[in-house]
C-alpha cells in the first residue's frame, strides 16, 4: 500500500499496520489495553483502532496490495516565468546520466543524502524550485539588495560601481541579460477547468530527485482517477491559495503532481495554470483497498 512523506496525515479511516515484536518476553498480551496506553503516550499525533493478531498471508496482502488513494492538497500560487515554464514542459530526457550514478567515484561512496541531513528550514510551504540557467535578478529583486550586494554585482559585470543605488540598480539592468517575463496568474475559473479536466489524464513522471536515493530512475505511468472538493481562497498576505482532492493510481507522486518537479512530472497542475505551485501540506484522505 506504499508509504507517504513524513509530514502527510493519513486521515479518513487510516491505513492498515503491522507490528512485528522480535524476541518478545513475553508473548501473550492484552491488545485492548496495549491499543489504549499507545494512544495515551501519542497524545493524539496517532490513533490505533482495531488492534488485534495477524499472520504471515495478512503481512504480505499489506504490503504487496496495490491501493487506490484519494489525497487532499493545498497549495498556493506564485508567478512563473516563460523560462521557468519551459523547463516544466520540456521533453523528458531519458538518455543523461541515471541519478544513481551521481556522487560515485567521491569521499564515501555509500554515503547517501536522505531527507533531514541538512539544516534546512523546512517551514511550509515548500517552495517549487525550478532550476534555469542565467536568469538575471528582475528590477524589484535589485532594489530589494543593499548597496554592498549591488557594488559586488556592478563588479562581477565589470560596470562601473559608482553612484547611488538607483543609478547602480539601472546601470545593472541595461548591462545584464533581460530581467524574466512572467505569465499572468489565472483567473479562478481558468484554474477550476483544469482541475476538473485533470480527471482521466496519465501522468508521465520520472523519479523524483527526493527520492532519488533508493528508488530506481524510471519514468513512471500514473492515472489521475477523479478530482473534486476545489476551494480557492485568499490568504492575509493577498496571494490564492487552492485546495482539492485527487483520486490516483497506486505510487502516484502527488506533490510532483502539482507543482512539476522541474519537469520531471508531465502535466502538472503548475505547467496547466503557468503559475508556480508551492505546496503547502497534503493529506492522505481515504485508501481504497479491499
Known sequence: MGREDIDVRCMGSGRPFVIEFKAPRTRTIDLVQAMADLNEAAQGSVIITSMRESNRSEVVRIKETPAEKSYSIRFKLVPLSEDEFAVLTAPVDLTHIDVQERGKGKKNKRRKNRRGDKDDDHTKPLPSVIEIENIAPSEDELLAMKKGELVELATSLSISKTGTKADLVERIMQAGPPAPEYFELPTDEFIRNVVDNLAGVKLAQRTPERVAH???DLIRRRVVYETNSLVIETNEKGEREIEFTLRCESGTYVKETIHGDSGRTQ???????KAKC???WLDVADIHAD
Open 214 to 216: 533508493r528508488r530506481a
Open 267 to 273: 502535466p502538472s497542475i503548475s505547467s496547466l495554470i
Open 278 to 280: 508551492d505546496v503547502i
